[in-house]
């Protein structure tokens, strides 16, 4: 197979990508305990917006879930709040949206790149939205399995 085969190159990035997101989850795990973030990481609110803000700088909801199953994993960080977490990247990710719709449109998004970008973001807002104050029942049902 030759290096410039498209497909090559894709399953080469994929598998780069995987090796990396990994890595990055095993190092996550062996953070342990993070005593001095204790008062955000028990309060689901403040990992909601955590996890907004991290999607947002990383422009990537798989390292920010990554990174939050790698916590969840080390018993750092409890159920609920990961829940919260995840719901707050979902949001994050629209970011990319945005950027995205800027960058096609040389501006700020109009015409069907406006309604694309606006419909993702407020399905995935209107989701966390619905969802956030049920994330203990959420986190009970989850930890049954």
């Known amino acids: 197979m ?5 497909l090559f190159q894709t399953i080469l990035g994929l598998g780069i990508f995987y090796i990396g997101l990994k890595m990055f989850s095993g190092g996550m ?8 973030l204790e008062y955000f990481i028990h309060n689901p609110y403040w990992m909601f917006l955590g996890g907004i803000v991290c999607t947002l700088l990383w422009q990537s909801s ?19 709040s990961a829940i919260a977490a995840v719901l707050g990247a979902n949001i994050g990710t629209t970011g990319t949206i945005w950027l995205a719709g800027i960058m096609v449109s040389d501006g700020m998004s109009t015409g069907i790149t406006k309604q694309i ?11 966390a939205v619905m969802l956030l104050p049920f994330i203990q029942p959420i986190a009970r049902f989850i930890s049954k399995f």
């Open 2 to 6: 030759e290096m410039s085969n498209p």
């Open 117 to 127: 970008v606006m419909v993702h973001t407020g399905v995935n807002a209107l989701m």
């Open 29 to 36: 795990k062996s953070m342990g305990k993070l005593e001095h």
């Open 62 to 80: 798989s390292l920010s879930t990554t990174a939050i199953i790698g916590l969840v994993a080390s018993g750092a960080l409890p159920l609920p």
